[in-house]
């Protein structure tokens, strides 16, 4: 049975806006009030992460907090867009004609998935129970064969800032993270790995160690 395909993880902020602003004036617009409302919904998430977006690339000293307001709205963006697809497919069941025409994408029929594991998501930090030590733990990532532990305490929008955690891997989706700097504010990130390569990091979270 087909559904509609989101991608978001995969997906740019600017695919992102293009995406929600197209979508959500179809849905806007559709015949249906509860898909219009999803629609004037998703429009509204697309607008503030179109704002913050703007304003991560406008404001230079202020890169992390910036940052971290884009990921907070991408989260509702991209909740609000499945909430939109969802409503779509709640009011026009199986009508895959009708939901590419709101702008959706279908999914494949297939049941399994190979290549690359997808993006990490709902990283979380927690002080661990250890001194200089914080507790890690995300969503399992399908087709994951072990997840690779990041560990930045400068910038984390510097790739070359990011290096390996104590451990370097875990193949749960949670892991106990030592030998970490008190009172130092600290950004973790996580990727799922396997045989076909690595996929693509978490968002960046960060903890200050006690």
Request: glycine share 6%.
């Amino acid at each position: 049975m087909k559904k509609i395909k989101y991608n978001l993880q995969n997906k740019s902020v600017e695919q992102k806006l293009t995406d929600g602003d197209v979508i959500g004036l179809k849905l806007a617009n559709d015949a249906n009030a509860e898909v219009q409302q999803a629609g004037q919904n998703l429009l509204q998430k697309t607008n503030d992460l179109k704002l913050a977006h703007e304003l991560q690339i406008k404001t230079q000293k202020d890169a992390v907090t910036a940052t971290e307001d884009v990921h907070t709205k991408e989260t509702n963006y991209n909740e609000m867009m499945t909430a939109a697809g969802n409503k779509a497919m709640e009011k026009y069941p199986k009508d895959t004609e009708k939901w590419l025409s709101l702008g959706f994408v279908l999914s494949a029929d297939k049941t399994t998935s190979t290549g690359k594991p997808g993006k990490c998501l709902n990283l979380a930090v927690t002080t661990g129970d250890l001194h200089c030590c914080a507790d890690l733990g995300w969503d399992k990532v399908l087709n994951a064969k072990n997840y690779l532990l990041d560990m930045n305490e400068i910038d984390p929008t510097v790739e070359a800032n990011w290096k390996p955690c104590e451990p370097k891997t875990c193949t749960k989706s949670s892991a106990t993270i030592i030998n970490l700097t008190s009172g130092k504010r600290t950004y973790f990130r996580v990727t799922a790995s396997n045989a076909s390569g690595n996929g693509v990091p978490s968002e960046p979270v960060s903890k200050m160690i006690p």
